[in-house]
């Protein structure tokens, strides 16, 4: 997959892409992905990528000129003129597992990051095709985002993340939240590891970790578990961790 970013800040990404698993991917050639200096693409003696609004109001707008010519030159490179083009806006649909999964699909991305208070809207209109937004917070630009987006888009990549794990992964994510792990040492602080872990029953072992990702998800996050399929088996495991637990608080 290639990936490209048009950015006024494209140092903000040299933390993420050069290390860990993003890192190697690139090393690896399973991503290329290229930063673009929307800047570069201004032609005014001052370089300018921002203007006033129309109509006034406070802050900035980014002005469309520069970013349709850097996309427009990236696009010219490209085999197909139907690569997303996706801008990172808070007006944007929301982003998830699924929004990545479906993007890990294409053999191109192209991630425009706005900054200020806004991208002129001729942009959204007649250049991107997607807007996408990560979440209901206010960032201070579109940066943050593309990384979200890039980092959960590359590990679905094949052969980026171990494919024993991966598909380890995707057949125990069942929409419920993790079960709390743990490592030695067994006793750290006078804190014991739960004895379960620790007694060699692997059907126990199994029983326990069900249950309490069962009981996180449902004190955490119930809107998960409406969503979540359970066996008979998962219903009568929490109905015995909720016993427990309404024993334990005595
Ligand atoms: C809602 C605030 N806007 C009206 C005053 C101005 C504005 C401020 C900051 C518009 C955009 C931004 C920068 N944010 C993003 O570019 C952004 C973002 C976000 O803030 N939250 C979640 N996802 C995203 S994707 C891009």
Redesign the pocket.
């Known amino acids: 997959m290639r990936i490209d970013i048009l950015t006024l800040f494209p140092q903000m990404f040299d933390g993420l892409f050069n290390y860990s698993i993003i890192g190697r991917a690139r090393e690896r050639h399973l991503v290329d992905i290229r930063l673009h200096n929307i800047r570069t693409y201004t032609h005014d003696k001052h370089h300018a990528v921002d203007d006033y609004p129309y109509g006034g109001g406070a802050?900035m707008v980014l002005k469309p000129e520069p970013v349709f010519e850097a996309a427009e030159a990236i696009k010219g490179e490209l085999e197909s003129p139907s690569v997303p083009v996706i801008l990172?806006?808070?007006q944007?649909r929301l982003f998830n597992q699924e929004v990545a999964r479906q993007l890990a699909g294409y053999q191109q991305l192209i991630l425009i990051c706005?900054?200020y208070?806004?991208v002129d809207e001729r942009v959204v209109e007649h250049l991107a095709n997607d807007e996408?937004?990560?979440?209901d917070?206010?960032?201070?630009?579109?940066e943050v985002?593309a990384m979200v987006i890039v980092d959960c888009v590359v590990r679905l990549l094949p052969g980026v993340v171990g494919s024993e794990a991966s598909l380890v992964e995707d057949s125990h994510t069942d929409g419920l939240l993790e079960y709390p792990q743990y490592t030695r040492p067994a006793v750290y602080r006078g804190w014991a590891v739960p004895s379960v872990l620790l007694s060699g029953n692997h059907s126990q072992i199994a029983r326990w970790r069900r249950q309490q990702s069962l009981l996180r998800t449902a004190e955490r996050r119930p809107d998960l578990l409406e969503k979540a399929i359970l066996s008979k088996e998962d219903e009568k495991l929490m109905n015995e961790a909720l016993r427990n637990q309404v024993v334990e608080g005595m």
């Not at 917070?137 to 579109?142: F, H, I, M, Q, T």
């Open positions: 802050g990172l806006s808070p944007g706005g900054h208070e806004g996408i937004s990560v979440g917070y206010l960032l201070s630009g579109g985002a």
